[in-house]
Structure formats: C-alpha cells, structure tokens
C-alpha cells in the first residue's frame, strides 16, 4: 500500500489578508482585493490596477529576517507564509522530527528586476548615428549601478533555499516554475516525493508577484489582463459574459505536507488528505489553451484516477477561472467533458475574482481554500458574476457562499503554455 | 520504500555544447582533450572584467527545425533554441519515431534558469521614456509611448517554462510536463523527477535535459556583479580548473544535455538502442556548505540503486572551479568515498565547456554516459597541482578504461540544494 500525504498546517500571504484565516474569512464574504495600483505610476498603462497585497512588512512576521534584506517581494512573501504554515503544524522548532526527512518543493516565481537602471542604460547604450547597441558601455553603465545582492536575489532557487536554511529543513529542496501551475505542480511533485519515501515532510506552495512595470506590460503586450480601469473591482469576473482579461494579484501560500503515520505518531491536527494528482501538457501552442481543453480534461482524469474516487464523490471545484474569454469557456468545457451531466451538480467557484490572479503562488493558494471549504463546509462565492456566458454554463456560485458538506474538492491550475495541474484534496477519514 | 518492476533506461543522447553540435562530436572532443572555452565573439565584452566563456561559435537553431517550425524561433530566447536544438539532436540519436509514441504517455522535464531579456528589444521603448533623467523611466512616457514599441509576444521568448512547452509542441508530448529552475542542480532534478514519474508508470517515453546561455551583456553583467568568476582572460583554456590548488573561479559556458529517457519495456518494443540504466536517486540540502548534505543526497541515490561506494567507476563531478566549491564538493565525497580502496575518482566535464548553468548536470551526465558505452573515462583538463582541501583523485592527463559498472552524478547550487544520480553501465 503506498504511504498516505496529508496536510497539517497552511500559511498565506494574500490581498485578502495576512494569514490564512484573515483571506478566507475575506473570502466568504466575498470581499474584493482589487484597487489602483500603488506600487509604481501605472497610470498611462494599459492597466491601471491590481490585487496587492497590503502594508505588508516582513519583520512583523519574523523578526529575524536579515536574510531577506536584498530579497525580492516574492520571497518575503514565502517566508511570512511559511511561518505561518510551520508555526500552525507546530514544526517550527520540533527536535522530534528529523530535519534530514522534511524538504521544501516550491513552485514560487522571479524576483523583480532593475528596471529603471536597465532601461535607462539601455538608453545611454544606444548610438543613433549607428542604429546598434554599444555593448561595452552598457556593461560599465550596468556594473556601476546594478545592487549585486539584489541582482543574485533574483535567481528562481533563492526562495527556496532560503526557506530551507532559515526554518532548518534539510530534506530534497525543489523550484519548479511552470507559470500560473506552477505551485500546484509543486504540491503533487512533492505528494509523490513523500509516497516514495523520499522525505516524510515537504514544505510547498508558491511566492510571486508580477505587479511590477515589467510584469504589467508583459501581460499587457499579450492583451491577457483586463483593462476595466473605470471599474478595477468589477474587473476579475471569471465566467461572467463580459470578462475581458485577468486581474495580477501578488502572495504566497504554503502548506506543509506530511506522511500520513508521521503525522499521527506526534499527534499533529490533520486538515486534510492530499488523494489526487494529475499532470499534463496541452502541446498546443505557446500563446493559447487547446480550444477542445484536450490537456484540462486528460489532468483532471488523471487526478481522478490518482484518488481512487467516483466522479460523484467531488462536491466542489476550485476552478482556475482567470476571467479570460478563452480560459473560462475551455475549462468549462473540460469539466463538463469530464463529469459528464453531473457536472451540473458541482458547484465550481474562482476565486480569482476576489485575490486576483497570484501566478506561481496561485495554485496553492486555491489549494488551501478547497482544504478550508472541507473544514468549515462553506463555499467562497464568484464575485462579479452577473451576466451568464452561453458558454459558461455551470453553478458558479455567483456573488454569495453557500454552505454545503464536502467531502472531497478538485483544484485546477493551467499554466500559460500548456501545464495543466489537477489536484484533490479530502477530509481526512482516518 | 516501494518497489517497481519498471525500469528507466537512456536510450538517446542530445548534446550542443562549446566543444560539438551532437554527442559524437562532444565525445570525440572529450577524447582529445579539446577545451571549449575561448574570447567571447557573440558581442564587445569590452567592457566587462572577464571576457572569456564557453561559447558555441556556430550555432543556428534553424538547422534543428522543420521549415514550418522555423517561425516559432522569432519567440524563443536562445537558451530556449540551445533546448529545442538539443531535444532534436536526442531524438535523432535515439531512432525516434514519434509517429509510433503514445502522446499522453510522452513527458518533458527540463531544468531551467532565469532567463535574460535581449536589450535591442527594448531599445525603442527605452528611449521614448529613459531620456530624460539618469537612472530613471518617465514611467507615463513609457506606459503610453514605450509598450507599444515592444514586440507582442516579448514576454514568451524569456518565460523559463518555454524550454519545455515549446519542445512538447513540437513533437506532441502530452504527458507530464514540468520545469524545475534552481540554478546548477536544475537538470538533474528533472531528470530524477521523470525516473520517478516512469517508474510510477506515469509515463512511459521523456525527454529531460536541461539548457541554458548566459553568454549576452545583461547575464554577463549580473555574473560579474557576483563575483566568482575566473579573471584567466590571458589564458582561457586553461582557466577552468576543477579541483586544481590555482584555480580562480568559474568560467561560464552555453549549450543544452537532452535524454531520451523510457521505460525498459518501451525501449525494447520499439528496438531502442540502450546506453545505461538509472537506477538510483537522492535530494538533499546541505546548510553552510558542509558537505554533510551532499553526502546524504548521495547516500539516498546509492541506497535506492543498492550498491556500496566502492562499486562505483567514477563521480562525474559538478566540479565549479571556484575555490570555495570545489572544496565543499571534496568533502562531501571524501564523506561518502574516502575509505574505498582503491579510491574512486572524479571526473570534471566543466573543465571542457565551462558552467552551463541549469543545462549543466546533464551535459556533463552526458559525457559519462558515453564513457560508459564506449568503456573508457576522458580526462579532467588543468588539473595539475593537487588541493589539499580537495580530498579527491582527479582523473586527468589521458582516458582511463572503466573499470565498474556505476557511475555518480553529483550536483548542487551555492546555496546548498543537493542532489545525486547512479547510473548503471547497460551490458
């Protein structure tokens, strides 16, 4: 028999809130994070607002945390919720368990670059009479400006590493990125690592934030974000027939993952099981979804296999909805595929429409609202859902939450060019 | 720890590498002792303090693609074009017939990096909105003027999931499909990730590899800024040193190492060509550079593959030539092998192509999977004098015979994230 995976603590860091209990709360009353944005002059882009996270300020959170004085956002984020998520598993400083088997599998995004400096030498660099780059003076502009810890804080393994190091944990240490899967992939890989027997404990989830000029004006080159700038908080609306784009959001989210046995031997509150993992890729194309959702369906069919379950035992889809025209349609699509007319029945909510889009960490974060609408039987709602899609025509939730016992919840996370992600999450039944 | 009936088993090999375009040519350059490392000619380093690299002179992605395929290189930054080259070049070589493979049974694991953005594309935008003062963007100019100046798609070419989707597009893998990007490692923990997605019976069919250049002025920069980089401008082929008490630092190098990974079974329905079996895997996290962490990454990956240290041939080494990591690496294999009699030696592919960041463990796996075809190790370049902190036999000067069938891969970054491979000679 393989060895069980379940959850014993959350963290999260999100525009909702600052833990997990503030963002779910936030969630079930269907409260909006969506405002201007603040962070930089973003008033002649294309967008003008996102979902940000808060007055946040890492030293509340741990107030040790000079490794993270160079540190990207995103890994300040990681760290605040890894606390959390640590502190609520009672693992933050536990001699009994050993540190060697307990590892850290993340699915957390970039750090943000020097734009300023590098746009600006990037000017200077350019020589008019010659239409061409000069490279050297670029390098010397650049060497004498760039901040070199905040330039190696960039590199996609500091988020980790630095979890593992600061928080003691010495197992297999892992970053995937496979964009907005990426944090759940890491939740399955690392359900896999601990089935295996490679650790017994994994620390995972996702850190990102893209609200930055060149994140906004990447997704804005790809007309991927909504430009609803006279109504930023009616902008996330997933399903709803005038959706016009997704809406950045900013956070981490961490769970920590344990081996099912590990977790009873040292009494540990068990939130609930991980049961289900798929993954797939559309091989489609780089710029869209496959318009049949061939990738969404042959995830969800393989998470499905992966737990075991009949398709009637799932009560609830944490969809991932990004309020984009092509999204939405081929999801439901997918789902409708897969469940057949009971899809009808499920009740499937995003709640991008609330926190925005967290990219990387957006996986995890849906994650952690599925294990809470098992715990607390009460589902967040689709804000801003108010004209039906022909398309779109499943229960979405709109607008309120509803209660409802669930005993086991579906989160997909599809990634732009094609990783689909599909995990289940059950209550533990002992 | 469960047990599998499948095995996984390397039946292609895709190398683009400073020293040759595919594995018969990296191999022969191996054998001669060939080092790949030279001037920078890409672009005027000039104004950089190293100006030397492992840099592939002639490489053209066109020459790897389909005509129709060739208009998907306009959104690809050329780490992105060294991986699909490389995937190409790993199917040629393992017979692939992708009209008979399974596509949902077809996976993609690569280990990637950070990817830097290519300054002429930012040119235009730059210089409607950083004109006016230094060190700043007129950031209304640059939302209203500047976006529009830049390419649509300018954000896809540097995604470092790209690496893998566009090579699942290409040959219609729809299988699991994942990038892991922490930095020198990155390679080969994907290529132990998709050991273990095929022993779960997930998959049946990989490629996993790993690539990586930053060989352009905005990643030369940021490498020179951190400061582990060897200053030999005088004498590039000899300035990547492993293990060698003179050397100075790393030397940084380009290219791509692609496995065409499968099941056993798989392999021998479609009459594959087998190199070796991976038959072991381990992870771990060393904290202050010990070598305590290195060590149990390796002590996992032996345990899986049941086997003592001193069945193995050689460590294929990460080998980074910088003084502080070439001393860790020694004592986390001094930790592990130090007792065995005789010693079992390191090979450092690094000495030949420079550090090919998260497309290095696999390039460098790449050269030991030869070895172990074709019976014989190549030596390590520049090690001449001996380390004392480095307590390791360096296999250098001429080829040496293999001697036992298992090979140890070793890597890890300079935070700590470890992780080792075994890999079985195929009889």
Request: proline residues 5%; hydrophobic residues 40%; contains cysteine.
């Amino acid at each position: 028999m393989r060895r069980r995976v379940v959850i014993t603590g959350m963290g999260a860091i999100t525009p909702l809130g600052h833990n997990v209990r503030e963002t779910i709360e936030a969630q079930l009353q269907g409260q909006n994070g969506v405002g201007p944005i603040e962070s930089f002059d973003a008033s002649r882009f294309p967008t003008k607002f996102a979902a940000q996270v808060k007055d946040f300020d890492l030293a509340r959170f741990i107030p040790n945390c000079q490794r993270w004085a160079h540190s990207g956002i995103n890994s300040q984020f990681a760290a605040a919720a890894a606390q959390e998520a640590l502190q609520h598993a009672g693992l933050l400083h536990d001699d009994r368990v050993d540190r060697n088997r307990f590892g850290v599998y993340l699915g957390s995004g970039e750090g943000i670059q020097d734009f300023h400096n590098l746009l600006s030498w990037i000017y200077q660099a350019y020589r008019r009479e010659t239409r061409q780059l000069d490279t050297a003076v670029f390098e010397r502009g650049a060497l004498s400006v760039f901040h070199p810890e905040r330039e190696s804080e960039q590199e996609l393994h500091t988020t980790p590493a630095h979890l593992a190091a600061h928080f003691d944990l010495r197992g297999p240490n892992y970053n995937c990125l496979t964009a907005c899967a990426a944090s759940s992939q890491a939740v399955g890989e690392a359900t896999e690592l601990i089935r295996h027997g490679d650790a017994d404990l994994m620390l995972v989830g996702g850190a990102h934030s893209m609200i930055h000029p060149f994140g906004v004006t990447g997704f804005n080159l790809l007309t991927a974000l909504s430009t609803r700038n006279d109504a930023p908080e009616k902008a996330s609306r997933p399903f709803d027939l005038h959706r016009d784009g997704f809406v950045l959001g900013e956070g981490a989210a961490m769970l920590v993952l344990e081996e099912l046995e590990h977790a009873k031997r040292r009494g540990a509150d068990i939130l609930a099981e991980v049961t289900g993992y798929g993954s797939t890729a559309d091989a489609f194309r780089v710029t869209d979804s496959h318009p049949d959702g061939r990738g969404a369906i042959a995830c969800m069919e393989a998470a499905l296999k992966d737990s075991r379950l009949n398709l009637s035992d799932i009560g609830y889809i944490n969809a991932h909805g990004t309020s984009t025209k092509v999204n939405d349609s081929v999801e439901t699509l997918a789902i409708k595929k897969v469940f057949g007319d009971l899809a009808y029945r499920i009740p499937v909510s995003s709640t991008k429409s609330m926190m925005g889009h967290l990219i990387a960490a957006a996986g995890a974060m849906e994650l952690i609202t599925c294990v809470e609408v098992l715990r607390r039987g009460v589902m967040p709602p689709t804000i801003n859902y108010e004209t039906p899609d022909p398309e779109c025509d499943l229960d979405y939730i709109p607008r309120t939450a509803r209660e409802k016992r669930v005993q086991h919840a579906l989160s997909n996370s599809f990634g732009f060019g094609g990783q689909n992600i599909a995990l289940i999450v059950s209550r533990f039944a002992g | 720890m469960s047990a599998s009936p499948r095995r996984a088993v390397i039946t292609g090999i895709g190398i683009i590498s400073p020293i040759g375009l595919d594995a018969a040519s990296y191999w022969r350059s191996l054998l001669e002792g060939r080092s790949g490392i030279r001037p920078i000619q890409a672009f005027d380093a000039s104004g950089l303090p190293v100006r030397i690299a492992g840099e592939i002179p002639h490489f053209n992605a066109k020459d790897y693609l389909e005509k129709e395929q060739r208009k998907s290189l306009r959104v690809m930054a050329r780490t992105i074009q060294l991986a699909v080259a490389g995937a190409q070049r790993a199917l040629d070589d393992g017979k692939v017939d992708k009209s008979k493979l399974d596509p949902t049974r077809f996976g993609v694991e690569f280990g990637a990096g950070l990817i830097a953005t290519e300054l002429n594309d930012l040119i235009e935008a730059a210089c409607v909105s950083a004109n006016c003062q230094p060190g700043r963007v007129d950031l209304e100019k640059w939302g209203e003027q500047g976006i529009p100046l830049i390419q649509p798609l300018w954000m896809l070419k540097y995604l470092p999931n790209m690496l893998a989707c566009h090579i699942s597009i290409l040959h219609d893998a729809r299988g699991p499909n994942n990038s892991i990007t922490e930095s020198d490692v990155a390679s080969l923990l994907a290529l132990g990730e998709a050991y273990r997605i095929l022993l779960r019976d997930q998959a049946d069919f990989f490629l996993v590899g790993g690539a990586e250049s930053k060989i352009n002025p905005l990643s030369m920069v940021r490498q020179c800024l951190f400061e582990c980089l060897s200053r030999r401008n005088d004498e590039p082929t000899r300035a990547c040193r492993p293990f060698d008490r003179g050397r100075d630092g790393l030397v940084l190098g380009e290219g791509a190492g692609v496995f065409v990974v499968e099941d056993l079974e798989h392999a021998r329905r479609r009459g594959a060509h087998i190199y070796a079996e991976i038959v072991g895997f381990g992870a771990a996290f060393d904290p202050g550079m010990r070598g305590d962490g290195l060590a149990r990454a390796i002590r996992a990956a032996l345990t899986e593959a049941g086997i003592e240290p001193h069945e193995v041939d050689h460590i294929n080494a990460l080998g980074l030539s910088t003084p502080e990591s070439d001393a860790w690496e020694a004592r986390g294999l001094h930790e592990i092998f130090g007792d065995c009699s005789p010693p079992v030696p390191v090979f450092a592919a690094k000495s030949y192509i420079g550090n090919l960041g998260a497309g290095g463990s696999t390039t460098e796996l790449a050269a030991s999977v030869l070895a172990m075809s074709k019976g014989l190790v190549p030596p390590t370049l520049n090690y001449e004098q001996a380390d004392p902190d480095c307590p390791v036999v360096v296999l250098s000067q001429q080829p040496r015979p293999m001697t036992r069938p298992y090979v140890v891969k070793v890597s890890f970054t300079q935070m700590g994230q470890c992780a080792a491979m075994v890999v079985r000679q195929w009889n």
